[in-house]
């Protein structure tokens, strides 16, 4: 199976970023997953906004001081709302910054019946953990960078392993093959992020990378399908 190819917030080299019509066009050119962020509007309805401070223009709102209509005024979708117009036929990848939008991320993505292709991904392991408590059919991401890692990798890997979580995601720069290969011992995924340019991409093929993360969809898909052939 090839990587998954993962639009980073819909692929901002193209369209605003975490927009609608940003992850349209990424799943209209072949992207076979989306990425975002998670967070809850004051009205308690999961955005997908990366900063506390939602911008378009010259116009600014606070995510947790906003609703979630007051927040679309400034192109910013609810979750539920990706998969009214998307529908479910591909991956989705959450980044979990804010605390109290990660049981409702859950929620919203059962009730569309998309959970068992949404990667959730947090800093924390034990954030992971208390998720996967809550017997979600989603996969668990650790979001990380190699010199965060205290102990040996192995043993990163290892307590992803044992605590149930399905991936390592890091800076591509962090990768080399024989990392991948150590993290697969474990059965854990490697996925690799900020991939902008056809030879990094290139590069993270060869060592055996299981999905990657660009802004630009095009060259990403077109990359990978390359290496695929």
Known sequence: MPPITFAHRGGPADLPENTLPAFRRALEHGAR???SDARSSADGEVVLVHDA?????????????????????????RLAELYEELGTDFELSLDLYDPAAR????????AAGADDRLWVC???IDTL????????????VHSTRRRAITGSVERHAARLA???VAACNMHHTDWTA???????????????????????????????IDAVYSDHVDRMVATVAEWSE
């Open 33 to 35: 997953g989306l990425e």
């Open 53 to 77: 401070v939602a911008k378009r223009g010259m116009r600014r709102r606070r995510v947790d001081q906003s609703s979630a209509t007051q927040l679309r005024e400034l192109d910013v979708p």
């Open 103 to 110: 049981r409702d991320v859950l929620t919203v993505a059962v």
């Open 122 to 124: 947090a800093g924390s």
């Open 129 to 140: 953990v208390d998720l996967g408590n809550e017997g979600t059919r989603a996969r668990l």
């Open 162 to 164: 044992e605590s149930g």
């Open 178 to 208: 024989g990392l991948i290969e150590l993290y697969h011992r474990f059965d854990v995924l490697a996925f690799a992020w900020d991939l902008q340019e056809v030879r990094n991409l290139r590069a993270v093929l060869a060592m055996g």
